[in-house]
């Protein structure tokens, strides 16, 4: 939040601010998610100030010094840039529609470009290889762009007119395509990793060999005109379409984002499921027999009547919410992240890790503390193996130690132990 007495300040007025900075220049001017719509700024220096998510939505900041400032998701809707210093400014995901700028304002290329693409200059432009990472492009018209080899990681593109764009090779990791339109957009060798797609509208979307690894396809919206790897297609009919008893074996469903999917007594058996997503998804009654769930996320699902069977379990990421019964002849190794009960306002170190080796009873949740991963070995119980092994050591012990008497017997530890030989002697015959 931001310090009280600098907004007391900046309320003043550019000039009084002005003063009052070249008095103070060792602070640190914060003004995060301050509400500074519409104030007369002009030719303020705000040097290196802290304006995370502050609305400055139509503030007059021509000839401001706001270089080296963080402006990070600030809103700058309809504010006059003019001859403003920009210099090494953090602007990612800043919005800058209807903004004015001119020659004069300076600011990094790639904030440049994003101010011209949402101020709709970015139809039929050439954009490829530009790295526009982080970048706030809502509503954004890039249709018929050529886009190859961009970066455009964790770009907002909601609701964003991407029609027919050439997007080949593109890195759209973490992106936000949501209710973007993707009609005959070419996604071809794309990364689209994690990528946000619910709403979207995608036929004629070009997908094939593109990289969609975790990515939200719930309510994207494909047609038959949509070109996609079978692999993802499945997945976008699993998670929109559901697969209640469908038969799934042997499946390839390896890192696929299938959060809330309903599984309900399908048939999984060999499935690859490795590091997927099924956080909240139902697996009542499913056969999970051999099925390959190793890294996956089972965060808030019942296991409990699902059949695991030879299920390969090691590292699978649950939480308290998590059901999980293993079989009593299984021996399974689990590695299990969850969030902590209570909260804490210490921070747990990072690299925390423990060690726990213990018999889990049937049918109980394992949990685990934030930071922290526990990994649990899964065995029944047995005693009478160490018990046989004991009984057989000691028994070795005093065979060896009657042998050596007999072999040394001028030995001197003889002169204590003679009374025990012929006791030993009498007890043979």
């Known amino acids: 939040m931001a310090n009280p007495e600098h907004l007391a300040l900046i309320k003043q007025g550019s000039e009084v601010w002005n003063t009052w900075y070249r008095k103070h220049r060792k602070v640190t001017p914060d003004f995060s998610q301050a509400n500074l719509s519409q104030f007369e700024l002009a030719?303020?220096?705000?040097?290196?100030?802290?304006?995370?998510?502050?609305?400055?939505?139509?503030?007059?900041?021509?000839?401001?010094?706001?270089?080296?400032?963080?402006?990070?998701?600030?809103?700058?809707?309809?504010?006059n840039l003019n001859d403003a210093n920009l210099k090494n400014t953090n602007l990612d995901f800043a919005i800058f529609s209807q903004a004015t700028i001119n020659r004069q304002t300076i600011?990094?290329?790639?904030?440049?470009?994003?101010?011209?693409?949402?101020?709709?200059?970015?139809?039929n432009k050439d954009f490829s290889g530009v790295d526009l990472s982080n970048s706030n492009l809502f509503r954004a018209d890039l249709s018929n762009a050529e886009l190859s080899n961009a970066k455009l990681v964790n770009v907002n593109f909601n609701?964003?007119?991407l029609n027919s764009a050439y997007l080949y090779r593109a890195d759209l990791t973490g992106a936000n395509?949501?209710?973007a339109d993707l009609r005959n957009a070419y996604f071809s060798h794309a990364n689209l990793t994690s990528t946000y797609l619910a709403g979207a509208l995608c036929c004629g979307s070009y997908f094939k060999d593109a990289e969609l690894k975790f990515a939200n396809l719930k309510a994207a919206k494909l047609s038959h005109k949509t070109m996609i790897d079978l692999k993802w297609y499945s997945v976008w009919e699993i998670v929109n379409r559901g697969a209640v008893k469908k038969n799934l074996s042997g499946a390839d469903l390896t890192n696929a984002n299938l959060q809330g999917a309903n599984f309900t007594e399908a048939n999984l058996t060999n499935a690859k499921l490795s590091n997927s997503i099924l956080r909240r998804s139902n697996l009542n009654n499913a056969n999970l027999t051999n099925t390959d769930l190793v890294g996956a996320n089972i965060c808030g699902v019942d296991l409990e009547q699902a059949n695991l069977k030879g299920a390969k379990l090691k590292a699978v990421i649950s939480d308290?919410?998590?059901?999980?019964?293993?079989?009593?002849?299984?021996?399974?190794?689990?590695?299990?992240q969850a969030k902590p009960a209570v909260k804490s306002n210490t921070p747990a170190p990072s690299a925390a890790k423990t060690k726990l080796q213990h018999d889990v009873s049937l049918s109980a949740p394992v949990e685990d503390t934030k930071n922290h991963q526990t990994e649990v070995e899964v065995a029944p119980k047995s005693h009478s193996g160490g018990r046989v092994i004991l009984c057989l050591g000691i028994g070795a012990l005093v065979a060896g130690g009657y042998i050596f008497w007999n072999q040394n017997p001028s030995h001197p530890l003889f002169a204590k132990?003679?009374?025990?030989?012929?006791?030993?002697e009498q007890l043979r015959k």
Not at 66 to 72: D, F, I, R, V
Not at 107 to 123: D, F, L, P, S
Request: hydrophobic residues 40%.
């Open 320 to 336: 308290r919410h998590t059901q999980l019964s293993i079989p009593n002849t299984s021996k399974t190794k689990l590695l299990v």
């Open 43 to 79: 030719g303020i220096n705000l040097k290196k100030a802290i304006l995370t998510q502050a609305n400055l939505s139509y503030a007059d900041l021509s000839k401001a010094q706001l270089n080296g400032a963080n402006l990070a998701k600030a809103n700058l809707l309809g504010a």
């Open 159 to 161: 609701s964003a007119n």
């Open 107 to 123: 600011m990094a290329t790639k904030y440049r470009q994003v101010y011209e693409i949402v101020n709709h200059q970015g139809k």
């Open 177 to 179: 395509l949501q209710n």
């Open 417 to 424: 132990l003679a009374s025990w030989k012929i006791q030993i």
